[in-house]
């Protein structure tokens, strides 16, 4: 999908400032390029496509997780596990696909906007600033989605904290009062 994008660019040499430097070809700036390649095809390949694979896959997944619930069968461990991985699943889905809405929009009008457009005050570049840190913040927050969802990952989690706590820890055994032993935590 990216193969046009590496002849689209022509690379010179500045003697000037002694530097290679590049342009665009005349047929990448081009309105009807940018609007067939950046704004069609990238939406269709990179969003379209794979928005639509996971919403019906994520219908599938609630669908099932419903029919689990109306059967009400006595959970064992492992059920309820695989029923906290698929709620994880259904909750990270649906937040990428809400955080990711506004990246393909953003696709969009880099396609059809002409670049001095996109100059600091305008609403398109606090759009494009908004759509960027949605992107980031889809990444970073499938910690605090598992950490919710997930019952198995909260408690590994909690585990791995309280080792971490107790490495400065040291535990002695005093032999004191007719040979019992107790224990002390001194740091």
Known sequence: MYFPRYFENRFYFDEEASVYLYT?????????YRVVY?????????????????????????????????????MTKTKRNEKDLTLS?????IIFMVFQIANPIRRLLVGVLDTSQLVCGTF????????????????SI??????????????????????YSQIG???????????????????
């Not at 665009?24 to 009807?32: E, I, L, P, V």
């Not at 997944?61 to 009400?72: A, D, P, Q, S, Y």
Request: charged share 15%; with cysteine; glycine share 4%.
């Open 24 to 32: 665009y070809q005349d047929w990448a700036n081009t309105f009807s």
């Open 142 to 163: 499938n910690f605090v989605i598992y950490c919710i969802c997930g019952h198995r990952f909260r408690m590994r989690f909690l585990n791995m904290l309280k080792c």
């Open 89 to 93: 699943l259904i909750v990270v889905v």
């Open 124 to 139: 398109y570049y606090y759009f494009f600033s908004i759509s960027l840190f949605s992107v980031y913040m889809n990444s």
């Open 38 to 74: 950046i704004g069609i095809l990238y939406y269709i390949v990179y969003y379209l496509i794979p928005m639509t694979f996971l919403v019906f896959a994520t219908y599938k997944l609630v669908t099932t997780l419903n029919e689990t619930r109306k059967k009400k069968e006595v």
């Open 169 to 187: 820890t040291i535990k002695t055994s005093v032999v004191a009062n007719g040979g019992s032993k107790v224990t002390k935590d001194t740091k």
